[in-house]
Each structure stands twice: as C-alpha cells, then as structure tokens.
C-alpha cells in the first residue's frame, strides 16, 4: 500500500493528503476486521458446543431397571461375566467369576490395560458386562432402581475431575440426592475431608474450604485431587466403595493415614480396591491378580507371596525399590 501510494504521490495522479487519509483510513477498518475473524470464529466454536449440548439432552434415558427400593447390604458376586468393547474381537475380561462377601475388602492388582478399571466400571453399571452378570445382595444390577444402585457405591475413578467451584461445593455433590444421608453428622463436609487426609492441606489456603478450584481458582496438585475425589466419595458413607487407583499420586505415609481412617468406617462396609502399589492391598481380606482379562492368582497376600508367583514377584521388587528410596 505504502510503495503503491508512494509511487502514485510521486507521479502525481494521487495527492498526499488523500494517500494520508487512505492509511489512516485502511489502520481504522483492519480492528473491526480483526473483531469480525474473532467473532466467526467464536461463532463456530459456540456451534459445535451447541452440538454437544444437543448429545446430551437427546441422549436416551438410562434404563431405570424396576424393583421396590431397598438397603442394600453389600455383597458383591460376578458370574461368569465377560466383557468386549464393541468393534473389538479379544474380550478385556474373559469369563470372571468371583464373590465378596458383605464388608469385605476385595483388591485387585495387575498390569496396565489388564482390565481392572473395566472391571470396576461394571458394578455402578457405567459399563455392561457382554455375556455373565453381576450381582449385589444376590439380585443383578439390571433389575435394580439405577438410583438405588449408585446412591450405594462411592466410585473414585481413575481419572476424577473436579468442578469450577469452591472445594466445600466439590465435596458436597457427593450428598445430591442422597435422603437418607447420615443427618447425625453436622459437618460431613468437615468430616470427609478429615478422613481423605484433605483438611490439612485446606489450612494451608487462606480461603479454606470456600477455596474456588479449577479453570478460575488454585490448581490443586494431583495428590490433593484425588484425595478431594475420595471425600466427595466417602461423605455419604456407601454401602460399597470402589477406588479405582485412587491414591495413586498420594504419598505412602498420607495412604497409610487414609487407609487407616478407611478402615474404620468401611468396617461393615463392602470395599474394592484397585492399584499399583502393593502397600495399598495387602491388608485386605483376599486380593485378586488380573492379567489379560482373566484372574490367575487369588488369596491374601501372605498366601500369595508364599505362593511364590507373579504378586509374589511383584512384592519383592517393589520392597526393593522402596530399600533403596529409604536409604
Ligand atoms: N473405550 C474403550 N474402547 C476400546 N478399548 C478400551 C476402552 N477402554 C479401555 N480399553 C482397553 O481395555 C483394556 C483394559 O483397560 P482397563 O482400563 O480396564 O485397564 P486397567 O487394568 O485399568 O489399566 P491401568 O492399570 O492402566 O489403569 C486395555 O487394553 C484398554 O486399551
Ligand atoms: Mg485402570
């Protein structure tokens, strides 16, 4: 534009003040400009959010499942269940069988991808199993209220997520819905963040628990997340907990205090425990090896490790790691 008008001023044809006026003319137009590119931009992105939203409501209600609503106790059986994910043709859990007895603490270890949380996903009913059942308190969770299912397990995923809002709101959505919440406690809030060893990292933020978290807040680490994801979990006191690698970037004398506490109020309580760390699962009651979608060992851990397999491998090599980080 500049050299175009330059060479147009100097032969003439244009005069200066309009060569002038064009540029400053030219500099006004190009913000709007600008503004217009942003706002088609936005524009698109806000369509393909409204696409999204649409999934969602359009999606089809669950099925309910029928049923009187009852209390549930706890027991937890898996019959002959196998699961595949659809378009796939190697069954991630291949014709699983177990039973927990009411307030028991199963755990469950195993490689990577050898279909733990799977496994998990199939008691709230998040996944369906292929072929086989499950059951709780020897009905299949088909046939019961979906409402009453989950309003009895507290399942801490994996990879848990936490809301844009205070932590005090983050732990109490776990009491939505919940009518025969244990009223007796005044502050359950307190209380949940207490056993998930979270409340002592909350003295340290100036704002406590009203603390906002998330995208507008404090980012808080993975540690303090997952415990925040425990609490949200324990504060109504399920009949059934499932923790699904819950602790896993907390350190090992945090969980120790966590799982203390934990045992103390899922005495009675049906417990699944799903890691990596072997001091996670040896107190509990039998712990149950996967590998390739199949159980291959089954016992508690001193039978295991006197049975000298794979648990009993992985055992000494992780006492080993831990030697040489104490030292
Ligand atoms: N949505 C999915 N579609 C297809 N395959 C999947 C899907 N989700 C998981 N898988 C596959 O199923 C297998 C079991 O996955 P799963 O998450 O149960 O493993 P895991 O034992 O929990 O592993 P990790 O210890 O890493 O958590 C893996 O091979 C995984 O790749
Ligand atoms: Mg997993």
Redesign the pocket.
């Known amino acids: 534009v500049l050299w175009l008008g330059g060479l147009r001023v100097i032969d003439e044809s244009l005069s200066l003040g309009a060569f002038v006026a064009f540029n400053a003319y030219l500099i006004r137009m190009s913000r709007p400009l600008m503004m217009l590119g942003r706002m088609v931009d936005e524009f698109q992105r806000s369509i393909a959010s409204l696409a999204r939203i649409e999934a969602v409501i359009d999606h089809p209600p669950e099925d309910r499942g029928s049923g009187a609503d009852r209390c549930i106790t706890g027991e937890i059986e898996l019959r002959d269940v196998s699961f595949t994910?659809p378009g796939?043709d190697t069954p991630?859990l291949d014709r699983i069988s177990l039973r927990i007895p009411a307030g028991d603490t199963l755990a469950i270890v195993?490689?990577?991808?050898?279909?733990?949380?799977?496994?998990a996903r199939l008691l709230p009913r998040l996944l369906e199993p292929t072929t086989g059942e499950v059951l709780v308190d020897g009905t299949p969770v088909q046939q019961m209220p979906l409402a009453t299912l989950r309003s009895a397990i507290g399942y801490v995923p994996?990879d848990s997520f936490l809301f844009s809002e205070t932590i005090r709101e983050n732990l109490s959505i776990g009491l939505d819905g919940v009518s025969d919440s244990p009223s007796s406690r005044p502050e359950p809030v307190e209380w949940a963040a207490g056993i998930s060893q979270l409340a002592g990292d909350l003295e340290d933020f100036p704002a406590g628990y009203e603390t906002m978290v998330g995208e507008r807040g404090v980012t808080l680490s993975g540690g303090q997340k997952q415990r925040a994801a425990l609490a949200r979990a324990v504060i109504r006191e399920p009949r059934i907990l499932v923790l699904d690698?819950a602790l896993a970037s907390v350190d090992t004398h945090t969980e120790e205090r966590i799982l203390k506490s934990l045992r103390e109020i899922m005495k009675a309580r049906t417990t699944i425990v799903?890691a990596?760390r072997l001091s996670t699962v040896r107190d509990a009651d039998r712990i149950i090896l996967?590998n390739d979608g199949h159980i291959t060992e089954s016992g508690t851990h001193d039978e295991l490790v006197a049975k000298g397999g794979r648990y009993a491998d992985m055992y000494r090599r992780q006492n080993l790691t831990q030697e040489l980080g104490d030292l």
């Open positions: 994910f796939d991630v195993g490689r990577v991808g050898s279909g733990k949380s799977t496994l994996q690698d799903i990596h996967l």
